[in-house]
T-cell receptor, first 109, second 112 residues
Framework: DAKTTQPPSMDCAEGRAANLPCNHS???????VYWYRQIHSQGPQYIIH???NNETNEMASLIITEDRKSSTLILPHATLRDTAVYYC??????????FGKGTRLHILP | KAGVTQTPRYLIKTRGQQVTLSCSPI?????VSWYQQTPGQGLQFLFE???????NKGNFPGRFSGRQFSNSRSEMNVSTLELGDSALYLC???????????FGDGTRLSIL
């Protein structure tokens, strides 16, 4: 089973920030949090990852709580092209990679 | 830099046949992983190869197998195809452990 819990769907108005939460309460100290998204009929696209500190790149920001039990992916200015399923993944020590069901993000015009 | 290339993009087979899917990773990437995606089960991990060695395996029957060549290219094989094997098969490559995986657009396999 996936080690993460995400809401099944979310809506966000175009131009606003989209904040996608992820719960990973059983994360281990050396496990990273990764975010991917998948647009229909394409392979998942890597967005960002982090261990303890907050991270930012050209696509998004990742905010990890101090206890590392949850994180939030922030898309600062959502566009219609950001409509996708977003997956939060924790890499387990035995190297298996488990995808959950993700969050289906709808960007509303 | 070229991305992960999977061939073929679409494939139609019948029950009982076997199939081989190919994956060319990003240049310099030595880790290749395979996933199966279906509407009911979502994205499920099949196996991971690193430097021609299988490093990890998911919970799939022995009909699903794979290999990696010295140039890091990988193939997966499914024998005795069943209707339930209809799925999108995705390949991902990465530099190594803890590094982001980069996915191809998959091979869509349909079993008749």
């Amino acid at each position: 089973d996936a080690k993460t819990t995400q809401p099944p769907s979310m809506d966000c108005a175009e131009g606003r920030a989209a904040n996608l939460p992820c719960n990973h309460s059983t994360i281990s100290g050396n496990e990273y949090v990764y975010w991917y998204r998948q647009i229909h009929s394409q392979g998942p696209q890597y967005i960002i990852h982090g261990l303890k500190n907050n991270e930012t790149n050209e696509m998004a920001s990742l905010i990890i709580t101090e206890d590392r039990k949850s994180s939030t992916l922030i898309l600062p200015h959502a566009t219609l092209r950001d409509t996708a399923v977003y997956y939060c993944i924790v890499r387990r020590r035995d190297d298996k990679i488990i995808f959950g069901k993700g969050t289906r993000l709808h960007i509303l015009p | 830099k070229a991305g992960v290339t999977q061939t073929p993009r679409y494939l139609i087979k019948t029950r009982g046949q076997q199939v081989t899917l190919s994956c060319s990773p990003i240049s310099g990437h030595r880790s290749v992983s395979w996933y199966q995606q279906t509407p009911g089960q979502g994205l499920q991990f099949l196996f991971e190869y690193f430097s021609e060695t299988q490093r990890n395996k998911g919970n799939f029957p022995g009909r699903f197998s794979g290999r990696q060549f010295s140039n890091s290219r990988s193939e997966m094989n499914v024998s005795t195809l069943e209707l339930g094997d209809s799925a999108l098969y995705l390949c991902a490559s990465s530099l190594g452990r803890d590094q982001p995986q980069h996915f191809g657009d998959g091979t869509r396999l349909s079993i008749l």
